[in-house]
């Protein structure tokens, strides 16, 4: 303090302010005792943020603590989870065999297949109707006077969505010949002897 260039006055408010435990004064007048004019500030300042802060440390209000972000609480936000069917028949096989066995692979090959079959029966049936709803739209068209403008385009379409149906029916009627002659070997061998 000796070596900055300060007067007595300046000295005396400094060491008054740290005898008190205050903040040393942003300004501080060489010759006077008076003090400046507080400027009133252009917002009052938020609750969570004291004025000034003091150099003695004190506890904070309870409105102060509330304001701030210590009592909000994180959302909750879920995550993926495992699938517990898997896992149980995964740990039954590795205590049972004594090594994890692949055998989920094979029920879900099961499964898709099983998928597939619904999704052709569900694709016939949409074939269906999308073939009654073009013959709907032809009748419209043809009512309102424009059925030779969209009847060759109408009447491809259908025929196409017919050549995709009998295509699922060799399908399905092969399948049906395969499911039948393992199910019933000797039933047709007889019938060839006679």
Same mark, same amino acid.
């Given at each position: 303090m000796e070596e900055s260039k300060l007067t007595s006055f300046q000295r005396r408010c400094l060491m008054e302010c740290l005898e008190r435990g205050d903040a040393l004064p942003l300004q501080c007048h060489p010759t006077s005792s008076r003090q400046p004019a507080p400027v009133p500030p252009a917002s009052s300042p938020p609750l969570c943020q004291p004025s000034r802060l003091s150099a003695k440390p004190h506890l904070r209000p309870a409105k102060v603590c509330q304001a701030g972000d210590a009592y909000t609480r994180e959302k909750f936000k879920p995550q993926a989870r495992r699938d517990l069917e898997r896992e149980k028949q995964r +740990?039954? *096989?590795? +205590?049972a065999t004594g090594k994890d066995v692949v055998e989920h692979q094979v029920k879900q090959a099961l499964v898709q297949t099983k998928e597939e079959e619904i999704a052709e029966i569900d694709r016939f049936e949409e +074939?269906? *109707?999308?073939?009654?709803e073009r013959q709907e739209f032809l009748a419209e068209m043809e009512a309102l006077g424009q059925g030779k403008k969209y009847q060759r385009i109408i009447l491809t379409e259908i025929s196409q969505k017919m050549r995709e149906m009998e295509i699922i029916d060799k399908k399905r009627s092969e399948e049906v010949r395969e499911t039948m002659t393992k199910d019933f070997p000797a039933g *047709?061998?007889?019938d060839s002897h006679d």
């Open positions: +740990l039954q *096989n590795i +205590l +074939l269906v *109707n999308e073939v009654r *047709n061998k007889s």
